[in-house]
């Protein structure tokens, strides 16, 4: 069964600085996808990135990117610049390839913006 | 696009109740997926339609619940005879075909005390 660790219960960056999230999965199948989603406190979960198992180039959305090294199975995010706006629970998820679209989520990092 | 909607927003329940959540895809969305998501936890999986067949349950999805998607519209999901260990909050999401994201409802927050 594919699984997903989270290893980092809480982090804490600075306004502007740049801060890092850690995630690696455990699976045997070569067809996969990853994503990051946030969850801001009260509010719904929305999709921050997402990245094909099947593409080398890691994926950029403005401020956010990825570190996706799939012989490691790992999968971190990056935030850049980060914003006030930023501060959530972030999560980090799986779906084979092939299936109906189960997602496997981690435990979750919460993340805090020191202003 | 308004987004997929839920309600009730809480529920709160005596044990041994029956409780029934609503979930309001994005409307061409033919994919909907209910997920459970206890505190401190990510959400769990617990059961996927495409339009109104239910193709997959979880095994968390016990006897005592269960989810309809009449005319593969809105979805309900009910609880029989409520648990405390239901307590959590139920997130409903939706997708299309033809693009992998998931987009969540704000979710049920139930209480069973």
């Known amino acids: 069964a594919q699984t997903v660790t989270q290893s980092q219960p809480e982090m804490s960056v600075q306004e502007a600085e740049t801060v890092t999230l850690s995630c690696t999965y455990d699976t045997s199948e070569s067809d996969y996808y990853l994503f990051w989603y946030k969850q801001p406190p009260s509010r719904q979960m929305i999709l921050v990135i997402r990245?094909?198992?099947?593409?080398?180039q890691n994926a950029t959305e403005n401020r956010f990117s990825v570190n996706f090294q799939k012989a490691a199975k790992s999968f971190s995010l990056k935030i850049s610049d980060s914003q006030l706006g930023d501060a959530a629970m972030y999560f980090c998820a799986y779906e084979n390839g092939g299936s109906q679209g189960n997602l496997i989520f981690g435990k979750g990092t919460k993340l805090s913006v020191k202003p | 696009d308004t987004g997929v909607s839920q309600d009730p927003r809480h529920k709160i329940t005596k044990r041994g109740q029956n409780v029934t959540f609503r979930c309001d895809p994005i409307s061409e969305h033919n994919r909907l997926y209910w997920y459970r998501q206890t505190l401190g936890q990510g959400p769990e999986f617990l059961t996927y339609?495409?339009?109104?067949?239910?193709?997959?349950k979880s095994r968390l999805l016990s006897d005592r619940f269960s989810a309809e998607r009449p005319k593969g519209s809105f979805s309900t999901l009910e609880i029989q005879r409520t648990e405390q260990g239901d307590s959590a909050m139920y997130l409903c999401?939706?997708?299309?075909?033809?693009?992998?994201?998931?987009?969540f409802g704000p979710g049920t927050r139930l209480t069973v005390t």
């Open positions: 999401a939706s997708s299309s075909d033809y693009y992998y994201e998931q987009y």
């Open positions: 990245q094909e198992a099947y593409k080398q």
């Open positions: 339609f495409q339009n109104e067949a239910q193709l997959e």
